[in-house]
């Protein structure tokens, strides 16, 4: 079975980094695509970050310029350094995998545990 195996959050003063990690593992035929979501107490989930197998990437408007999204796909892995945080940075952060097992029909969305990202002021 697929897992997704999310960690780097934590405590973080506004204006410093984190950097997330997310492997995923198990049987794996490809991946069409990884990315973050977060989401903040009493808000829905939002999305963060995207990236392709392609290379393209995506962001949302709010972290354009701070949040960068790689992915090392030797590893299945992706990461998120995430500079400059703000306090409306918080929120729990879930890694997002598109993967397909056997075969591309079976293609469907995995996600992780999340992982908690707090930044104070």
């Known amino acids: 079975q697929v897992q997704l195996v999310e960690s780097g959050g934590g405590l973080a003063q506004a204006g410093g980094s984190l950097r997330l990690s997310c492997a995923a593992s198990?049987?794996?035929?490809?991946?069409?695509?990884m990315g973050w979501y977060r989401q903040a107490p009493g808000k829905q989930r939002e999305l963060v970050a995207t990236?392709?197998?392609?290379?393209?990437?995506t962001y949302t408007d709010s972290v354009k310029g701070r949040f960068t999204i790689s992915r090392d796909n030797a590893k299945n892995t992706v990461y998120l350094q995430m500079n400059n945080l703000k306090p409306e940075d918080t929120a729990v952060y879930y890694c997002?995998?598109?993967?397909?097992?056997?075969?591309?029909?079976?293609?469907?969305?995995?996600w992780g545990q999340g992982t908690q990202v707090t930044v104070s002021s």
């Open positions: 997002n995998a598109r993967i397909a097992q056997r075969m591309w029909v079976d293609m469907r969305d995995y």
């Open positions: 198990g049987r794996i035929l490809s991946i069409n695509g």
């Open positions: 990236s392709t197998s392609g290379g393209s990437t």
